[in-house]
């Protein structure tokens, strides 16, 4: 449904049904994450309330970072499942539209936060793991290169669902603005 031609417009109203059905889909997806963190959340704290009572102070330290890197992980899905699923197709249609291609950019300011989530994540790992320095660095390369790859794949993924949408929407909205 992507356009074929450069310099050909997409089609108002195919765009707007693409739209609708990725803004769908990644809210749905947006939601089963945010639920799955919330589930695992209370599991955490669990395990903090025993390092508490064993009197662990580097597990509770671990427990905390775990704990607030789910949190931020959850809260991001939230808000990615808000944005996504309550669209407003009703406003005019180029203010749609540049909502649309901020919605689709691959990088966004709650990539920020997601970031931050996943460094929370890494300090729960190194401070979990024993204070040895091999395996404090064999931890972040581990921890680092799976991030790298997920961070890839995601792009990947971005390139191939997401970027044509995008392109089209840039490109109406260039249309428009002519």
Known sequence: MTTNNINETPNLAQLLERLRLEDYKYGQMSK????AYWVIIPLYLASIIAHVIDGD???IYSGVCFLS???IFALSFRKYYKEFSYVDYS???LSMLKKAAKRYSPFQKLTWWVLLGALFIDAGL???????????LQTQLLF???LTVSIGIGLLIWKNRYKPLRDDVLKLIKEIEA
């Open 57 to 59: 102070i580097s597990g």
């Open 69 to 71: 890197g789910m949190l």
């Open 32 to 35: 089963r994450f945010s639920s």
């Open 91 to 93: 406003l005019a249609t």
């Open 126 to 136: 190194v401070l979990n793991s024993t204070i040895i320095f091999k395996d404090i």
């Open 144 to 146: 680092l290169g799976a």
